[in-house]
């Protein structure tokens, strides 16, 4: 499920109208009570992403019981309104199309710098797979667990690293 943020201006902001943030708690816990286990995605470098954002996220994953997290940093890609924008904002940091991969800060954000969204990247995708964050989503879960244990483990290492290649 693509929550993409917590946020309803940036839900606004990007034309969305069938996310709702305040409904997103209601929405999993509807989709869990049919046994079905939810891969759910944010994305992290919105104008108005603070520092709270990663934590607030986190939070939201861990109480919502997401089965499966995955964070994504904003990136503008080439053609796309967002790089327009940005390029012409003078807030794109590089053309090295390589590190246009979600991974890596590729623009200058509004409210954080681009070291603050690389590091509450990584902490927040460390500390959901952690091995106390596993547990604690996955335990309750009345889904697979024969499928997303595993799949927590193989995304904990995923993570760290791809986290010591980037060093952050």
Known sequence: MGFESLSPE???SMGKRVNHPSQYFDVVQKIHDQRI???GSFVFG???DDEGVFDRTLEFALNAKIEVTYFSILTPYPGTRLHKRLLQEDRILT?????????HVVFKPKILSADQLLKGYYRVFKEVYSIPSIFK???ASSSWKN??????L??????HRLARTVKA
């Open 147 to 152: 499928l997303f244990y595993p799949m927590n």
């Open 10 to 12: 940036t839900i606004a």
């Open 137 to 139: 989503r996955l335990w």
């Open 37 to 39: 286990g939810i891969d």
């Open 154 to 159: 193989g995304f904990r290492q995923s993570v």
């Open 95 to 103: 053309q090295d199309w390589s590190l246009y991969d979600a991974n």
């Open 46 to 48: 919105f104008d108005n």
